[in-house]
C-alpha cells in the first residue's frame, strides 16, 4: 500500500514541477453562427464530485474567429460553451487545436438549452485518425451500439458464449492493449470493463481483481472514472456485505473519527487498496448526505478530517470539493455573491441588500411563467417591500431586452438587472431552467433554493417570515 501512495505522489510531484515547464494548449477556430459574444472552457476538478470550473474564455471576433490557451498537466476531457449549449473534446498537453464550432441555433436564445436538447458540435477542420478525439469517437461508435443493442441483455437473458462472441466482435477491430501510460488504450480497457462489469454484476470481487488491482489511478480518464464511480455506486450503504450499517451508523453519528472509519471499511477486500478505500469513502458519505439515518454535520466533519489527514492531494481535492457539492445552496449556507448590472448599466451586488431579505427571481422574455409569476408578485411585494426585496435577473442574452421590458412593465417597481454574459452567476446559483426563485434571508444566508413556483405556494413560503404582514394580508383580502 505505501508502495502505492509513493508512485501516486511521486507522479502528482513530477507533473506539477513539469506543469511549468510545458506549453500552453493553444485551441483555435470557427464559430459558424455568431460573430460576438464568448467560447468559454469548462474542466472537471475531479470525476467523483465532477465540479465544474470555468477556466478560460476568449472573444468572438467579427470574423467569427476566437484564439485562447489553457494549461493542462495530462490529457483530460474538457467542455467548450457558447451561451447554454456546450460540447466536449480531449486535449492532450502542449497540443495545437484547429476546430469549427457549429449548433442549432434554435436553441442559442434559451438558457435551458441543455435540457431541451441543444449542443454545441465540435469539429476538427483537417481529419487526423491518428488523433485522440478522432480514435474515441470511433470507438465509441461501435460501442454505443453494443450498448443499444445489447446492454439490457447484459444483466439477465445472455449466455456465456454469447457475451464472449459480441465482445469479442468489439476487440477485433478495437483490440485490449493496456497501456497505464496511454490514455486512448486505458479508454478502451475501461470500457470494456465496464460491459464485463454489467455481464458479471453478481461477481464483483471477479472484476475487482481484473481491473482494480494495479498501481494505476487514472484520476482524469473518463472511462476509468465512468467504471469506477458504477462498480462502487451505493457501495457503502447497500452494495456491500462486509460493511455492518450498525458500524457505519456508529462511526459517523457517534465515534465520527476519519481513522477509525478508514480502518473498518479496509475489512472488505474489496477496500484493501488504501487509495481506492479513501475514494469509495468520499463518494459514499456523498451519496448518504441526504440519508436521514445519518448527521449531516458529521458527514461534513469526516470530510473536512480527510482534507487534512488524507496522504494524496487527488483525494484532497475531491473532499473539498464533495463538501461544497453538498452544502451548495443549501438552507443556512451562505448566498453566492453577484455582481450585475440593471436598466441603467449601474453595478448591482448581492451585498448591496445586506440586513434585508432579498427575493432574486430568474426570468427571460421567452419564459412566459416566469412573467406571469412576476404579475402575481407584484401584489405580495406592495405589503412587504420594507422588509424583502425583489431582484428579477433577466436570463435572455441581448441586454437591450431588458430596456424593452422595464418600459413596457412599469409597474413593476423593484430591481431589474441582466445576466449580461455572467455565466459564473448563473452556475453559482445553478438558474439552468425557469421560472426559478431564491430566498435569501438578512444575513445574506439561503432560506430556499429554488423556492417553490408560485403554483405550489411561493407566496406563502414568503409571508410566512413576516408574520405581521401575513396576517394583514388575510385581513385584506
Request: charged letters at 25%; glycine letters at 4%; proline letters at 2%.
Amino acid at each position: 500500500m505505501k508502495t502505492i501512495g509513493k508512485i501516486l505522489c511521486i507522479s502528482f510531484m513530477l507533473l506539477s514541477m513539469s506543469a511549468w515547464a510545458l506549453k500552453p494548449v493553444t485551441i483555435k477556430g470557427k464559430v459558424d453562427f455568431a460573430n460576438k459574444g464568448l467560447v468559454r472552457v469548462y474542466v472537471y476538478e475531479d470525476l467523483i464530485t465532477y465540479k465544474r470550473t470555468q477556466i478560460q474564455q476568449a472573444d468572438i471576433k467579427e470574423d467569427s474567429t476566437f484564439s485562447l490557451q489553457i494549461q493542462i498537466e495530462e490529457t483530460q476531457l474538457i467542455e467548450l460553451a457558447y451561451n447554454m449549449v456546450a460540447g466536449t473534446l480531449f486535449v492532450e498537453p502542449e497540443k495545437t487545436y484547429q476546430l469549427h464550432l457549429s449548433a442549432d441555433t434554435r436553441f442559442l436564445p434559451y438558457i435551458d438549452a441543455t435540457i431541451m436538447g441543444g449542443n454545441l458540435l465540435v469539429k476538427f477542420d483537417h481529419v487526423d485518425t491518428a488523433e485522440l478525439n478522432y480514435k474515441i469517437a470511433r470507438f465509441d461508435r461501435y460501442y454505443d451500439y453494443f450498448c443499444i443493442n445489447y446492454g439490457e441483455f447484459l444483466y439477465t437473458n445472455m449466455t456465456q458464449e454469447h457475451y464472449d462472441s459480441l465482445v469479442n466482435m468489439l476487440k477485433v477491430r478495437f483490440p485490449d492493449n493496456y497501456n497505464p501510460l496511454n490514455y486512448y488504450s486505458t479508454y478502451i480497457h475501461y470500457r470494456y470493463a465496464e460491459l464485463d462489469r454489467m455481464f458479471y454484476s453478481k461477481n464483483k470481487l471477479k472484476i475487482y481483481n481484473q481491473y482494480l488491482t494495479d498501481n494505476y489511478i487514472h484520476y482524469n480518464n473518463i472511462a476509468y472514472m465512468e467504471f469506477f464511480n458504477n462498480f462502487f455506486d451505493k457501495y457503502l450503504y447497500g452494495t456491500s456485505k462486509y460493511i455492518e450499517k450498525s458500524m457505519l451508523y456508529n462511526s459517523i453519528n457517534n465515534k465520527r473519527n476519519y481513522y477509525r472509519l478508514l480502518d473498518a471499511l479496509g475489512k472488505d477486500p474489496i477496500l484493501v487498496n488504501e487509495v481506492i478505500r479513501e475514494m469509495v469513502l468520499i463518494k459514499g458519505l456523498g451519496e448518504i448526505y441526504d440519508n436521514d439515518e445519518f448527521s449531516q454535520e458529521n458527514i461534513l466533519f469526516l470530510l473536512n478530517q480527510m482534507t487534512n489527514a488524507t496522504k494524496f492531494v487527488q483525494h484532497k481535492q475531491m473532499a473539498e470539493n464533495q463538501i461544497k457539492q453538498l452544502t451548495k445552496l443549501r438552507p443556512g449556507s451562505v448566498a453566492p455573491n453577484f455582481e450585475v448590472k440593471d436598466v441603467y448599466r449601474v453595478k448591482v451586488t448581492l451585498d448591496d441588500y445586506k440586513g434585508k431579505y432579498v427575493f432574486i427571481h430568474f426570468f427571460a422574455t421567452y419564459n412566459v411563467e416566469s412573467i406571469r409569476e412576476m404579475l402575481i408578485l407584484k401584489d405580495m411585494y406592495a405589503h412587504l417591500k420594507d422588509s424583502l426585496e425583489i431582484v428579477s435577473v433577466m436570463l435572455d442574452f441581448e441586454y437591450s431586452k431588458l430596456y424593452h421590458f422595464v418600459n413596457e412593465y412599469k409597474d413593476f417597481d423593484w430591481t431589474f438587472v441582466h445576466c449580461d454574459g455572467n455565466f459564473a452567476m448563473i452556475d453559482s446559483y445553478d438558474a439552468y431552467s425557469l421560472p426559478m426563485g431564491v430566498l435569501i434571508d438578512a444575513k445574506g444566508k439561503i432560506i430556499a433554493c429554488p423556492t417553490k413556483s408560485v403554483s405550489d405556494g411561493l407566496l406563502m413560503q414568503i409571508y410566512t417570515l413576516f408574520p405581521a404582514m401575513e396576517e394583514k394580508n388575510k385581513l385584506e383580502k
